[in-house]
Each structure stands twice: as C-alpha cells, then as structure tokens.
C-alpha cells in the first residue's frame, strides 16, 4: 500500500524525495515536508493510539500542537521520546515510532476491557474505591497497579545521548507567531528600526490556511507570504527562527523559547545541540499565536476518523493528502464551510453539511459558495452519534425539532465548534480575559505588561482586520522601545462577509450509556463533569483535578473551554462565573534536557583547580572536593593504600618535610590607613599593635558571639594588609568585610579586594623545612632574621631551564602541622615552578608531598580547630579554648553578646582531645557518655568532631566538644555510635598531642 | 579539553593547541591572550587628590562612567565598579615592570586609595568572528548587540555559571573574556563547546592592542 490517500499535485511535500517509516513496525512511506501524522493518513492509517483511561481507539484529530491523541513513542538510537505528537514531528528517512497505552497491539488491546467496565470507573473512581482499608500502605500497592494501568509512553532508561544548549537573546519587539498577523507585526516593527525576533513553530512561517483565492496587497496570499518571510530573513536586525515555540512569559519580560534544531534530521550533524532553549528579553511583545480550533461533542465524538474541520482541510492543503473519502462536517460557524470547500477540492467527497445554525443565522458568503459547489447542507440540525468499529462509518443526524434521526455513511467527520484565541502566553504576562460572546470564547483584555495580542489570538479571526492589528501592534511594540515608524500603510484583504458562530458545546445523547468526550486524551465525558458538579467540585481549578480534564500533554487546548462552558451550564452561571483554569508555562511540553543544557553531569558546576593540579594529577594524588576546589587528599605510592599514605605523609612532616598545596585558601589584602582599626572590629584580638612583616592569628566572631571564621593577618607594609580565611569561607568573609564597609562604616578608610586567584599558595613543613628553603630563596631564614611569625618578601630561585627566572614570593613563618613551617605565596602562573623548585631542592631531605588527610591528622593531633566540625556554629572562642585571645580593651563584632549566661555557663562543651584506650578506633561522628550500657535516655556529655589514628603519637585520637571538658582532664569515658554498634572507652586530655608548649614551631 | 583537569601554568590547556575544530569552515576564532600586568585600583571618585594621582601615575582619567573603558598611552582602565577598576598595559607586548608596583601602591595609599596586584588572577580569552556574539550570548545573559555592548564597554557578568569580565576592545566583532584562573579550564571548555556549531580555530596566544 503506497500512500493511497495522497493527492498527485498540490501541497509543501517534496515527491522526488520520498522517505522511508515505521510506524508500529509496518513499513511505510511519506514524503519530504510531511508530518508522521499526515504519512500516515497518506497510508491511510488513523488509528495510532489506545486512550489514557478505557483504552478506546483513537486517531488523529488535529495538525498542529493541540493534538490529543495521536501521541507515539519515538525510537532513535540510544534514545526514547515517549508522547511525541505525530502532528508536530517532521518526518526524516527511517523514522521508528510506535502506538502508546497498548498491548499486545493498538488494534487488539487488552486494556480495552476498562471500556466494557467504564461505569464502575467514572471521575474520581480511584479516590473512592482505593480508600481501603484507609491505611496509606494500601494506597501506595494500588498506586502502583493504577500507574501501570494507565501512564502514557516509556520514559528512557539511559542517560540522555543528545546535547542542549541555551541561548540569551536581546530585542526591541518579540512577535511570537508567524502568522500572516505576526509577519505584518514583525515587518513593520523591522521597518520602524527595532530589533526583532519572530519565533514561528511550524517548519515555515504562514501555515494556516486562508480561504482560497486570498489576496494580500493584491497578490496571492501565498506569494506575499514568502516575500515578506524573505525579506524579514534579510533584515539585518531581524532573527527569524522556526521550529521554535515561545512556551512561557516570565518575569521582567523574559520569554523562554524551545527551538528543535535537529528533530528534523535523519542525521544529526555532530556539533551543536538537539535543542536551543532561548531565553529572550523583549522591551515588548506582539502576541500572535492565533485560535486553536475547538470540536463540538456528541456521542462516540472520539472514533478515528474523526478530525477537527481545520485539520482535515490542513492535510488536504498543506500536505497533499486526503483523511478520508466521504466527508460528514458538522459545525456552528462558517469555518467549516471554507475546509468544505478545500476537501472537495482535495478529491473529498461532502456528504453532508450539518450546521446546528438555522439558515437565517448561517447567511454568510461560504455558505452561498459551498451550496453553488453543489453541497448539502442540513441546517438547524446536530450530529448525535457516530458509529464505527475503530473507524467511523456513519453518523445519525437529527434536526432540533426532534425529526427521526438520519443515518449517513462516511469514513470521515470534520468537526468545528468554533475558535478559541491562543491567549496563554497572555495570561501568564498577568493578561486579564474576557469572555466573548460573540466567539463564545476567552479573549485578550488588558495586562500591565508590554504584550500586545493581535489577530486570531486577540479573537479577530477575519484576515484584512488581522493584518491591520497586526501591523498596528508591530508599530505600537517599536514605540515601547523609542523606534518611531515612517507613515506605511498596513497589508490589505479583502473582508469576508460571515455569519456569527452559534455556541454549541455538547449534543445531548441519544442513549444514556453513550461516551461523549470532552477532553479527548484524559477521557473525561460529559458526564464524569455533570458528576464532579453533583459532587460539589464546583470551582473550574477542582473540577480539573477532579476529573483530569485539561491535563496532560495537550493542557486541553481542544477541551477546556467545553469543559468550562459544561460545567457552566450545570451550575446553571453564566461562563466568565465559572472563568478558565490558570495558563501555566510551558506551552507546549518541552524536554527536561533542554533547561540544564550544558550544566549537566560532570559539569552541573564549574571545578577549581590549582596551579599545580597538573603536577597532582600526575603524581597519583588521590582528589577530595573542598567546595567547588578539587584538592589532593594524599599521594599513595604503587601498592599503597589511601590510609597508608596518609600516615606516610603525616609521619614525614613530624620527622623530615613535607609540602602541601593550600592555594585554596581564601585571601584578601586590605588597603588604607584604617585596616588596623577595621581588624580590630573584626577580630577578637588586638590588630593596632601588628608590626611590619609579622602576622598574627584571628578569629571573628558572628554578630551573636560565635565563631565565623579564622586565619591569619599579616602586614605587608604601612598601609597594606593580607587576611586568610579558611577555604570554604573565603566568599562569605569577602561579602562580610563589602557589607561592613559599604553599609555599616563607610567611614573607614579601606580598600578590599579578594587575591584568592592571584596567588598559588603552599606550606612547608617539618624539622627540615628551613635547610629546603635556605638552598632556594635570597634571604636570611635564621630565627634572628625571620622568626615565627615573620612576614617578607624574597625571590625564588626556579628550575635552571625557566625562561621566566626567579620566582618573586611572600614568604610568611607560620605553622599548622605544629613543625617549623613557612607558607610560600607566589603569583598563580608560577605556581607550578615553585612547586616544583621545593620538591627538588627537598628531595634530599626526603620531602614528601602531602595531601588534606594528613594536614587534618597533623591539626587533630595539634588541636587547630576547624570551621565546620569544632566551630560548627554554636561554639564560643572560649568553647574552643581561645577565650583569652578575646581582649578586653576594645570593641569587635559578637563581643557585646559573648556575656550571655547560657556562653559563661559551667556546663558548657568544650573543646577536649580524646586518646582510645585500646585499638579500635573512636567511631565517627560518636556521642560522649559516662556509661554506655545505661538505657536511654542515656546523658549526652558531649560528641565527637574530629578524629584520625595517629601514627606520631600511635593511637586512635580525637578532639571532641565535652561539657565542662576543660574539667574533665584525666577521665575516662565512652564514645559510642548505635549506628555503628560501636563503642570504645577514650581518655579526655588537653586538645593537644603533640609539643604542648610549641617549641617545634620556634627552632 | 581533557577532563582530569590538567592546567598548564599560563592557562594553556590541551585542548587548546591551535588548530580547527567544529564544523568548516569556521565563524570563530580562540585563542588565550596573555596578561602582563592588572592592576586593582580603588579609591573614591569624589577625592580629586585620588583622580589626580591615579592620572599621574597612568596617564590617563579613570572611567567614571559605569562599564567603560578608557586608554593612555600605556595603560588602559577598565570601569569595575563606582570604586574600583583594573588598569591593564595598554599593548601587552610592552611589559610594565611589576617591579615598580609597591612605589605606586604606596603613592595612591598616601592620596587616599589603594592598588592591588591582580596580575596572575585572570585568564583572559579572546572571541572573535562573525559569531563571537553567538558564542558569547550562549553563556551571558548580557546584550552583545553593537547598539547595546559598544567598543570600549566592558562588563562583569556570567559565563556559564563563572564570574567573567567582558570587554570589547573595538568595533570589529571582538570580545575578551577574562574569567577567575582557578576557574579557566571550565571557561574554555564552554567556550569550544558553545563555538563547535559554528567551526573555530585556535590561534596561537596572540596580544591585543
């Protein structure tokens, strides 16, 4: 069978270049241009899915993207796309789809037996029958049947193969649709000087169709279509884009667009992304979506065969093909008249006109065309029912005045009950509507926001009048943004005299039992919303959860507003009482890859890195992440395990030296006659007495007393200062020191600007640290000439090979291993030679690179407490042994609070060290008790906050928080976890293991 | 660019050897341009002694105009902020001894502002080509257009999701991309990705005046 239906001249189809399909694993075969939904109507195939709820068949009924039902599976390589709408999706060479909600086949579905039993399933039967017994145990089973029931398509199971990508766009005037209304707003936006954006979602701009033989501007309304495309996509201030729809309006006037760059394709090209999610700011918007047609509803309204008037017309026109032979139209308006006339120019067949309109209210000049094209009309009458076996074969028809119904034969219905205006975007630009009367719809009333409706989408279906908004709206949408246009005149039509539509949402039923849908995907009836009314479910937003009506992939853009008029009409109010469900973006369904795009995976947040990440890298570091920083954790040698190393490298900075990378902690210099004074605000300790070339350890204090953060201060000259802070509060200590500066004492003379980037940091460690440094740097390093705490600056002698020669550094004598240690500050891009100039001149002494693991052991065992663990927030400088660093002469930051009665108190936790009296070592993260065996509550004395084994002092230590620790010295106590079912007898000490006086520091 | 985050000093990645890549033929050029010299000065506007120092030492009027530039005969000054701005050499080729920095440090510390070295913190990038923009519109919510982002603008604002300073040194479709060194490999990288639909060629490390 090869495309039956398709008619031999006619329509945007390519016939030279025919491709080849699979749709439920039959071959077929469309053409270049088609759609999957019109290839298949070509072959003659309308049934492409099972619905949601009774599994009944269904067809396509649309061409664009209200589609409600024809929803496939796509298969493409190592990807899956579950609810792609085949009326949408542009056919490429060896498309693979497939029905969804069926098995084993579409044609021969087992679920179909929720049909039989539908009326014990009506709205809301799931609530009702799976209330028990009314445990949420039992939901939760029946959930899971239900799900499996019911869903729609398979998600994929793999990672995600194809690439994303945003992308910011900036423009005086957004048209959104390109319409023959948004060509006529962008043109003459474009020629008032404005930047313009006209996103269209079809493959082309002007795809409705118009009555045949339309003029614009005395030309074909074809030809003035292409030129004006064409001349847009010249314009050099204009971006055109298709296949690109304009799926929410946010805030400050951000419109988000989806643009399908390669769905189209049977080979992607290998650079550039699937999709583009374009996120576009607009000084304002001319919204031209236009109308979405709406079905009228009757018994068995859902058979395949059954087509929205426009949609069949669509195929016929614009694709070239025929959806069926023999043609039912059943309408209110004139509309169908036009796709009438279009069909059986297309080779249709038209039984029979039904209009539910009488002659006199159907007066218009389509009509006098369709009865001079020979066609039957039945006026004042209804369709009541269709009938057919997984296809329509005849309708009855009844006039109102309860004449015997009439059986006609036909193969297809083409249904139109009127238009609603695409006024979602609108509505979420904080758009107020109003009900017309006269489309019987929702339109555009006002917004406090630049978007401007225009044409069908502002319920001005005639096309001179849509053109005139169009333009206007193009005019008035340069002005917003100061782009006044020359005098030009708007493209002109002819007007087209019709007849007003007559609302008519739902034909009563012949037989109570019959099915009529209002919302086709979510099979909600008629009366499922007569019973959700009845139930009380009132208000249109329960009425939707309720019954699902208007959810789903479609959002009901073919059924709300007769799911709304319905609900009306039971309530007995007026229409805008019972007003539209909210419009919430996205438009139309976009894929969750798309909003990531690039910041996926590996790459969900950028990655730091040192200087000397390389050198790390390849010499086998182990990597911990420390913020967005990678950092090495250790070094394992060939055969070494992690903990191995660590204890390797911990021993060897007790013993010979060591070096590690502390690039990433925060540093900021300060500048200006205050900084000292500003130190001493922040500080707990006392900053005006800081010599030139020392530096000095700090702690700051939030403004309730307890500790943020701390480092060390140096004072480089007179005026300029360098702060350290920990790694992971160098942003917070940054944005601190800006705040306290700009808002809370501007009067200071200081200047901040953080040096974290400018400069690779590393400290050097260990008995030997100074015989390393004294071979390579070009001053005195004696305790007479640069003791702890001495701050200067010196030059590094690099590799003999570096073109760049010495290395100038900050050299400071601090220490936090508890050895004689120097930290060496150089600028960034010679942070690997200067990594490198230490590594080799200590090679002779056995230095050791070491990694964060080791630098923790080597602080637990010195007591330095860390921001996070120790100072987690709720710990005072004297909870952590630092009280007598608070000074009592000054002011500083938390201080006024530290006299609080709950900070002073006895029972405070404070910081102790703990040794384990045994081999096991102390669990993590272990709370302190005096008794492990007591039975809960058993007293919490304290926890655990850090802990290693120690290979310097040979045991499993820790330092922990311990009420009244300080008190505590010499006891012996428990440090048990129940979540590990561990618990080991610990001795409390001072938190110090390791050269209690610090003499080490000094040598 | 590789993954295992291998970081030359200089910023000189992989996967940034010259050479095309993307489609052909290619709408962008990359390429690493090499800083000598930023300078961090900061001060108060309001103080002529401050003005009138900054100008004495750089020859030339700090931009008081938000997201501006402005040039002398060796340095260039970028607008940071209304206290704060990065003096760069004017012509990288010619190297302002950065021995010379603690005199003038001291020098604007006694008029009553501040000078900091930020020499090695930035990694600068060069985008250029018909499609720079594109490329740069990708990662930036900022407005490239020549109407909007003049020649002599710069601006701080996001690349992907790293802190980047943006300047366009001319009216030829040119963009300078500095972003946080630690941060560099991450820029990079999202600039070849964004650039790879278009073609790009890698340039030596090339000065720009």
């Known amino acids: 069978m090869t495309q039956r239906f398709r008619l031999p001249t006619g329509g945007i189809v390519d016939r030279t270049r ?35 709820k009774y599994h009944r068949p269904r067809g396509i009924f649309s061409a664009g993207t209200e589609e409600p039902n024809a929803l496939v599976q796509l298969a493409r390589g190592a990807h899956t796309e579950p609810n792609a709408r085949a009326t949408t999706l542009e056919l490429y060479d060896g498309m693979t789809a497939s029905s969804q909600n069926c098995w084993p086949s579409v044609r021969h579905d087992i679920g179909a037996v929720n049909n039989a039993m539908s009326r014990l399933i009506p709205a809301g039967f799931y ?58 707003a962008a043109r003459a936006a474009a020629l008032a000087g404005a930047r313009v954006i006209l996103c269209e979602q079809n493959v082309d701009c002007g795809a409705a169709p118009l009555p045949a033989g339309t003029k614009i501007d005395q030309t074909p309304a074809s030809e003035w279509i292409a030129a004006v495309a064409s001349e847009l996509l010249r314009h050099p201030e204009v971006t055109l884009l298709v296949r690109t729809t304009a799926f929410g309006y946010y805030d400050g006037s951000l419109v ?74 059943f309408t209110n308006n004139d509309g169908a008249y036009a796709d009438a006339l279009a069909l059986q120019a297309g080779g249709v067949d038209i039984a029979a006109i039904v209009d539910a309109r009488t002659d006199a209210q159907s007066s218009g000049i389509l009509t006098a065309r369709a009865r001079d094209a020979g066609m039957v009309i039945v006026s004042a009458a209804t369709l009541i029912g269709a009938h057919g076996n997984r296809h329509v074969a005849a309708v009855d028809v009844a006039s109102r005045a309860g004449v015997p119904a009439q059986r006609i034969d036909c193969d297809l219905v083409c249904v139109s009950g009127g238009w609603n205006p695409a006024v979602h975007l609108y509505s979420q630009a904080r758009g107020k509507l109003r009900y017309d009367e006269v489309l019987a ?28 908004e169009g333009h206007a709206a193009g005019i008035a949408a340069a002005r917003q943004a100061g782009r006044i246009a020359a005098l030009l005149a708007p493209p002109r039509a002819d007007p087209l005299a019709t007849a007003p539509l007559q609302p008519l949402w739902a034909v009563p039923a012949a037989r109570k039992s019959a099915r009529r849908f209002v919302d086709l995907q979510n099979d909600v009836t008629v009366n499922d919303i007569a019973l959700a009314a009845r139930e009380g479910y009132q208000a249109v937003e329960h009425l939707k959860r309720y019954t699902t009506l208007g959810m789903g992939t479609d959002q009901g853009k073919t059924s709300n507003i007769i799911g709304l008029a319905l609900l ?68 394992p040698r060939a055969g070494e395990s992690e903990d191995d190393a660590v204890n390797r490298e911990a021993r060897s900075v007790r013993t010979t030296v060591g070096v590690v990378d502390v690039s990433t902690l925060g540093k900021i210099e300060l500048q200006g006659r205050d900084v000292a004074e500003l130190l001493n605000r922040l500080y707990i300790n006392r900053w005006d007495t800081l010599a030139i070339g020392r530096c000095r350890y700090g702690v700051m204090l939030r403004d309730d007393g307890m500790v943020m953060d701390d480092g060390t201060t140096s004072r480089l000259s007179d005026t300029h200062y360098l702060m350290t802070t920990t790694t992971v509060n160098a942003v917070k200590v940054m944005q601190h020191l800006e705040y306290l500066l700009q808002t809370q004492w501007p009067e200071l003379d200081v200047y901040a600007t953080s040096v974290t980037e400018q400069w690779a940091a590393m400290a050097l460690s260990g008995p030997k640290a100074r015989d390393v440094l004294a071979g390579l740097v070009d001053i005195e390093l004696s305790n007479a000439a640069f003791p702890f705490l001495a701050v200067g600056t010196c030059n590094v002698r690099a590799a003999s090979d570096d073109p760049a020669g010495a290395i100038p550094a900050r050299l400071f004598r601090m220490s936090y291993s508890g ?81 609080r009665s709950a900070l002073t108190a006895a029972d405070r936790w404070q910081l102790v060290g703990l040794t384990a009296l045994g081999d096991a070592p102390i669990p993590r993260g272990a709370k302190i008790v005096a008794d492990p065996e007591r039975k809960a509550p058993n007293p919490m004395l304290g926890h655990v906050t850090s802990w290693c084994w120690s290979p310097n002092v040979d045991a499993w230590i820790a330092l922990a928080l311990l009420a009244n620790g300080r008190a505590r010295h010499g006891d012996t106590l428990w440090a048990v976890s129940p979540l590990a079912g561990a618990k080991v007898r610990v001795q409390v000490g001072p938190p110090c293991f390791i050269d209690p006086d610090g003499e080490r520091l000094r040598v | 660019m590789s993954d295992d985050g291998t970081l030359r000093p200089f910023g000189a990645f992989d996967s940034a050897a010259p050479g095309h890549y993307g489609v052909s033929p290619g709408a962008v050029t990359l390429a690493e341009i090499p800083i000598s010299v930023a300078w961090n000065v900061q001060g108060d506007p309001l103080h002529p002694a401050f003005l009138a120092e900054a100008k004495r030492r750089f020859g030339l009027a700090l931009p008081l105009v938000p ?32 021995a010379g920095f603690d005199a003038q440090r001291d020098a604007l510390n006694a008029a009553g502002g501040a000078l900091f070295d930020l020499s090695a913190s930035r990694v600068a990038f060069m985008v250029k080509g018909l499609r720079a923009a594109a490329v740069l519109a990708k990662n930036c919510p900022l407005d490239f257009h020549p109407r909007a982002f003049l020649a002599g603008n710069c601006a701080q604002s996001l690349l992907g999701h790293i802190n980047a300073l943006i300047e366009r040194p001319d009216a030829t479709p040119t963009f300078v991309v500095m972003v946080p060194r630690s941060f560099a490999q991450d820029g990079w990288r999202q600039l070849c990705r964004s650039s790879a639909q278009y073609g790009y060629d890698v340039v030596v490390p090339v000065s720009m005046s």
């Open chain 1, 127 to 184: 609530y009702k029958t799976f209330m028990w017994p009314p445990t949420p145990r039992w939901w939760l089973r029946y959930e899971q049947v239900i799900r499996r029931a019911a869903g729609m398509g398979r998600a994929a199971t793999q990672p995600d193969p194809d690439s994303y990508e945003h992308q910011y766009a900036h423009c005086d005037v957004l048209v959104i649709g390109g319409g023959t209304t948004g060509l006529a």
């Open chain 1, 441 to 468: 719809s929702f339109v555009p009333e006002s917004s406090p926001l630049p978007i401007i409706p225009a044409g069908a989408a502002n319920g001005c279906l005639g096309l001179s009048e849509a053109l005139a």
């Open chain 1, 256 to 329: 988000g667009a989806i643009e399908r760059v390669t769905d189209h394709l049977a080979a992607p090209p290998a650079h550039g992304p699937r999709e583009r999610l374009w996120k576009i700011r607009a000084t304002a918007v001319v919204l031209a979506t236009g109308a979405i047609e709406r079905g009228i509803v009757y018994a068995n309204n859902d058979l395949p065969g059954t087509l929205l008037a426009s949609a069949a017309r669509t195929y016929v026109e614009r694709y070239a093909v025929r959806p069926g032979d023999r043609a039912v139209m």
């Open chain 1, 819 to 899: 050895e004689l240690a120097y930290e060496i500050h150089v600028p960034c891009h010679r942070g690997l030679a200067m990594w490198e100039a230490v590594l080799a001149a200590g090679e002779a002494f056995g230095i050791m690179p070491y990694g964060t693991e080791a630098m923790g052991t080597l602080r637990i065992e010195k007591g330095h407490v860390v921001i996070g663990p120790e100072a987690d927030g709720r710990t005072t400088a004297d909870d952590l042994g630092m009280g007598k660093l608070v000074n009592a002469g000054k002011w500083c930051i938390g201080k006024p609070l530290l006299d």
């Open chain 2, 67 to 98: 997201n501006t530039t402005a040039r002398g005969p060796a340095w260039k000054a970028l607008w940071l902020g209304p206290k704060s701005w990065l003096l760069m050499a004017g012509d990288e080729t010619v190297i302002v001894p950065p």
């Open chain 1, 568 to 635: 009306a009409e039971q309530l007995g109010v007026p229409i805008p009482r019972v007003g539209t469900t909210t419009f919430r973006p996205p438009y139309t369904p976009v894929t969750l890859g798309a909003f990531p795009g690039h910041e996926s995976g590996a790459h969900v947040a950028p990655t730091r890195y040192s200087a000397m990440h390389a050198w790390h890298v390849e010499h086998g570091a182990r990597f911990v992440n420390a913020g967005l920083w990678k950092r090495p954790h250790s070094y």
């Open chain 1, 18 to 52: 025919p491709l080849a399909f699979t749709f439920d694993g039959v071959p077929y075969q469309g053409y270049g241009g088609d759609t999957l939904a019109s290839a298949l109507l070509a072959n003659g195939v309308h049934l492409v899915g099972r619905s949601f």
